[in-house]
């Protein structure tokens, strides 16, 4: 069989400049992408392949011209299938294993031809035209060599192309660049899609369907890979595992099924940028219809859910969309009506943590029960669900270790359980990493062990504040006011809400307000910290001017510490009654 090349040539420096960088419009940048002529062939075939052994040298020249050749003519078979230069040259540089396929069907064709002494259609045609002739005998219309170079291995490649026979390579890149975009454009996040995912997994305690089982499945391919979850709204990573989890995704209709889920979606609120995340989360809901969508999603407005405000729960939680869910979702609202819990507290602890319907009833009722022990009844743990939904889907010894760590601070069981009810947040936080670090904080400022229960009792809020970011720019800017540590200290243990107050909305304005126009020291502050609570507007401005007009001097609490009638009894010589009384006719 000869092995010679057409007649005509192909002059690859001409076709493909070495400033010839390629674009390939499904999405997916070839940067390293290089033109035939400096494609390192041998090397990444080498890599890739699955030959047991080395080319000898003096056949490496050889095996690299064929190498060459076979992807000028991947190329050009993939020009004849309707695609231009540019997209066909991409293909086939991303493609190695493919290429090496045919080239390796070719050199066998060769050996039994020249085994048999055959006559066959094969031995007249030149080694590229053999190419071109084994990529058509393959059948698959170049869509395998399209998926390798969309980052999938050959053999996935090869089985997923089964399920694309009707597809058209032009229509089939279509549609990788449409879910590109509605998938992927959203989602370089640096790892937030995947912190996401591992809180789903890390909280589901009911048995998964099957779509929820096949999702999971997806999830650990990927976190078994270099970089694991964090790497979940990458294209490059992730659409290869999508692939191979769910290999007839790309058989589905772009208008007739793909863009309808999509309007629905942003009809019920989520985000076109947003969109991704719902199908990396749940890929199975590609393969619903926007009516069963539709049917699952409005099922939330029984607890209270706008129309247009569902697909925030939705984009919250996908899962919801799953049966599994769905189904539990009705244990869930039971199971709470049962233990009388308001509904209203209810409808809106599910809206603002939609992961609770992954949860058992059997986990809810030990959560539930630890709180009782705590004093805290259904009534006040339906506003403590209100606020911190999260802390049912704790585990019961995680709640009572942080019961356990204020106890040791100081703190009996009962004002605990008062604890619970005014700031639960604190009870969703971890010990190690954040609340030992701000108790050893506010004993940095000056506060007493001795004094931390008092102060965190009539604060709690101070144990969420974030120490580097709001509570010690607040200690700096009070000391450059000229209020000392020690100072400060006293203040924050006779209001502990002082801490609590923003700079640029509170402390400044009414430190220059009593600096500069009450003309006042900042020593009274320091013995009335209570000062920053009042408002400036409405309560300290219009009290001062009262008392300037009447040319009355007095401290802070005097001034501030009264009741409007006291104030108006003492200051302005009006008794009780501010308001004559209409006179009678």
């Known amino acids: 069989?000869?092995?010679?090349?057409?007649?005509?040539?192909?002059?690859?420096?001409?076709?493909?400049?070495?400033?010839?960088?390629?674009?390939?419009?499904?999405?997916?940048?070839?940067?390293?992408?290089?033109?035939?002529?400096?494609?390192?062939?041998?090397?990444?075939?080498?890599?890739?392949?699955?030959?047991?052994?080395?080319?000898?040298?003096?056949?490496?020249?050889?095996?690299?011209?064929?190498?060459?050749?076979?992807?000028?003519?991947?190329?050009?078979?993939?020009?004849?299938?309707?695609?231009?230069?540019?997209?066909?040259?991409?293909?086939?540089?991303?493609?190695?294993?493919?290429?090496?396929?045919?080239?390796?069907?070719?050199?066998?064709?060769?050996?039994?031809?020249?085994?048999?002494?055959?006559?066959?259609?094969?031995?007249?045609?030149?080694?590229?035209?053999?190419?071109?002739?084994?990529?058509?005998?393959?059948?698959?219309?170049?869509?395998?060599?399209?998926?390798?170079?969309?980052?999938?291995?050959?053999?996935?490649?090869?089985?997923?192309?089964?399920?694309?026979?009707?597809?058209?390579?032009?229509?089939?890149?279509?549609?990788?660049?449409?879910?590109?975009?509605?998938?992927?454009?959203?989602?370089?996040?640096?790892?937030?899609?995947?912190?996401?995912?591992?809180?789903?997994?890390?909280?589901?305690?009911?048995?998964?369907?099957?779509?929820?089982?096949?999702?999971?499945?997806?999830?650990?391919?990927?976190?078994?890979?270099?970089?694991?979850?964090?790497?979940?709204?990458?294209?490059?990573?992730?659409?290869?595992?999508?692939?191979?989890?769910?290999?007839?995704?790309?058989?589905?209709?772009?208008?007739?099924?793909?863009?309808?889920?999509?309007?629905?979606?942003?009809?019920?609120?989520?985000?076109?940028?947003?969109?991704?995340?719902?199908?990396?989360?749940?890929?199975?809901?590609?393969?619903?219809?926007?009516?069963?969508?539709?049917?699952?999603?409005?099922?939330?407005?029984?607890?209270?859910?706008?129309?247009?405000?569902?697909?925030?729960?939705?984009?919250?939680?996908p899962w919801i969309l799953s049966t599994s869910i769905q189904e539990n979702y009705e244990h869930i609202l039971l199971f709470f009506e049962e233990e009388k819990l308001p509904k209203a507290s209810v409808d809106r602890a599910i809206i603002r943590w939609p992961q609770l319907l992954g949860c058992s009833t059997s986990k809810l009722k030990l959560m539930v029960e630890q709180f009782g022990e705590l004093g805290v009844s259904n009534k006040k743990l339906g506003r403590v669900i209100a606020k911190s939904p999260q802390l049912l889907m704790r585990k019961p010894q995680e709640l009572l270790q942080v019961v356990l760590f204020l106890e040791g601070l100081g703190f009996d069981r009962e004002t605990v359980g008062k604890l619970v009810c005014r700031c639960p947040e604190i009870f969703a936080l971890d010990i190690d990493k954040t609340l030992k670090k701000k108790v050893e904080s506010l004993v940095e400022f000056g506060i007493s062990r001795d004094h931390l229960p008092r102060v965190i009792k009539n604060y709690p809020g101070l144990l969420m504040s974030d120490v580097d970011n709001t509570l010690l720019p607040r200690l700096k800017y009070l000391m450059e006011m000229g209020i000392s540590k020690r100072e400060i200290a006293s203040m924050v243990r006779r209001y502990s809400q002082l801490l609590g107050y923003s700079i640029e909305v509170v402390l400044r304005p009414k430190l220059k307000f009593l600096l500069d126009t009450m003309e006042k020291p900042v020593r009274e502050v320091v013995d009335y910290p209570r000062f920053f609570s009042y408002s400036l507007e409405k309560k300290i401005k219009p009290r001062f001017w009262v008392l300037k007009e009447r040319n009355i001097e007095c401290s802070l609490k005097d001034m501030l510490g009264k009741s409007d009638e006291e104030f108006a009894a003492e200051f302005m010589g009006v008794g009780r009654m501010l308001v004559s009384p209409p006179s009678c006719e």
Not at 5 to 10: E, I, V, Y
Not at 136 to 154: C, H, R
Request: proline share 6%; with cysteine.
């Open 1 to 317: 069989m000869s092995t010679k090349s057409f007649s005509t040539h192909w002059n690859v420096k001409s076709l493909f400049p070495n400033n010839c960088f390629l674009h390939f419009p499904a999405g997916k940048s070839a940067p390293n992408a290089l033109p035939f002529s400096s494609f390192p062939f041998p090397r990444i075939l080498h890599s890739s392949s699955s030959r047991p052994y080395p080319l000898p040298q003096c056949n490496q020249t050889s095996h690299n011209h064929n190498l060459t050749q076979a992807q000028e003519s991947v190329s050009e078979y993939l020009q004849q299938l309707g695609l231009s230069l540019d997209e066909s040259i991409f293909i086939a540089s991303n493609s190695p294993n493919y290429t090496q396929m045919l080239v390796d069907a070719v050199m066998e064709l060769e050996e039994w031809n020249t085994w048999n002494n055959s006559n066959t259609e094969g031995e007249h045609l030149g080694f590229k035209e053999m190419i071109i002739y084994m990529a058509k005998e393959k059948g698959d219309n170049g869509k395998i060599a399209f998926l390798e170079s969309m980052g999938l291995p050959l053999y996935s490649a090869m089985i997923i192309a089964r399920y694309l026979s009707s597809e058209s390579l032009s229509s089939l890149i279509h549609k990788v660049k449409y879910m590109k975009e509605i998938i992927f454009s959203g989602c370089n996040d640096k790892g937030i899609c995947g912190k996401n995912a591992r809180r789903m997994m890390m909280h589901l305690s009911i048995p998964a369907d099957e779509d929820l089982q096949r999702t999971l499945s997806f999830f650990e391919k990927i976190e078994a890979r270099r970089g694991g979850l964090d790497t979940l709204g990458s294209f490059d990573t992730t659409f290869r595992f999508l692939l191979e989890s769910f290999p007839r995704i790309l058989s589905l209709p772009v208008e007739s099924h793909l863009k309808p889920i999509v309007e629905f979606l942003e009809d019920i609120g989520v985000p076109r940028e947003s969109m991704g995340e719902i199908f990396l989360f749940f890929p199975p809901i590609l393969f619903c219809n926007s009516q069963g969508i539709k049917t699952k999603a409005l099922a939330f407005e029984k607890v209270g859910a706008a129309y247009e405000n569902v697909g925030k729960i939705v984009l919250k939680y």
